[in-house]
């Protein structure tokens, strides 16, 4: 069965600090990776997605993730965080070319800003 | 458009009382879904909604029912509430439908519904 593994839970940064988030899943076929973000008090939001061609996403509020096949991994980063990113991060993956469009989400991992 | 929205925000429940918590897109949007969101589990899908007239149980089913009333509403029953149930329910919708590979595909979530049994 597919699964996330999001290692990080809970991670505390300075502001103007650069942050890496892992993430590493369980499949074997084609996937299809994102990460959504969940502000205090909100729902979730899309930050950024990976169907297929170049590895390297980019997505909003300077958030950019790499997929690497050999290591299963789709690790989100952010060259310079700002107190505005306090939130909650979400890993997740689903099957490419699934006929339905299940997606499984890690256990997420909160991101605390110290201003 | 609204994107997704759920009623009720708020609600207490007893245990052993039922409610059903209901979900809408205005999207156009052939799939809909139904999480739970626990603390240190992420989300984690209850039931899931392809299309129009069908339903799949997702990771987390038992103690809970659901209705694809139409294309736009997906509302998810507690027939009779535990404290075990306690949480925040989030619904989703999706562009992607049987046997399609929609490239934009990714899920809209409504604002959740805190939910705590007593």
């Known amino acids: 069965a597919q699964s996330v593994s999001q290692h990080n839970h809970h991670v505390i940064l300075s502001e103007a600090a650069s942050l890496e988030l892992g993430c590493n899943y369980s499949?074997?076929?084609?996937?299809?990776l994102f990460w959504y973000v969940q502000y205090p008090g909100q729902h979730l939001q899309l930050l950024l997605k990976?169907?297929?061609?170049?590895?390297l996403v980019k997505g909003i509020k300077g958030f950019e993730a790499e997929f690497i096949k050999s290591k299963f991994s789709f690790n989100l980063r952010k060259p310079s965080v700002q107190w505005s990113d306090t939130a909650e991060y979400f890993c997740?993956?689903?099957?490419?070319?699934?006929?339905?469009?299940?997606?499984?989400f890690g256990s997420g991992t909160r991101l605390s800003i110290r201003p | 458009n609204a994107g997704v929205t759920q009623t009720p925000k708020f609600q207490v429940l007893k245990t052993g009382q039922s409610m059903t918590l209901q979900c809408a897109q205005d999207?156009?949007?052939?799939?809909m879904y139904w999480y739970r969101q626990d603390p240190g589990m992420g989300l984690r899908l209850i039931y899931y909604?392809?299309?129009?007239?069908?339903?799949d149980k997702g990771e987390v089913p038992n103690g809970y029912n659901v209705s694809r009333l139409n294309k736009r509403e997906f509302s998810l029953r507690l027939e009779s509430a535990a404290p075990s149930q306690t949480s925040v329910y989030f619904c989703?919708?999706?562009?992607?439908?049987?046997?399609?590979?929609?490239?934009?595909?990714?899920?809209?979530f409504g604002p959740g519904t805190r939910l705590t049994v007593t």
């Open positions: 990976y169907f297929s061609g170049d590895p």
């Open positions: 997740a993956v689903s099957p490419g070319y699934s006929s339905a469009s299940k997606i499984i």
């Open positions: 999207m156009n949007h052939n799939s």
């Open positions: 909604s392809a299309s129009e007239g069908t339903t």
């Open positions: 499949y074997g076929g084609t996937v299809n």
């Open positions: 989703a919708s999706s562009t992607q439908g049987r046997a399609v590979r929609d490239k934009t595909y990714e899920q809209y």
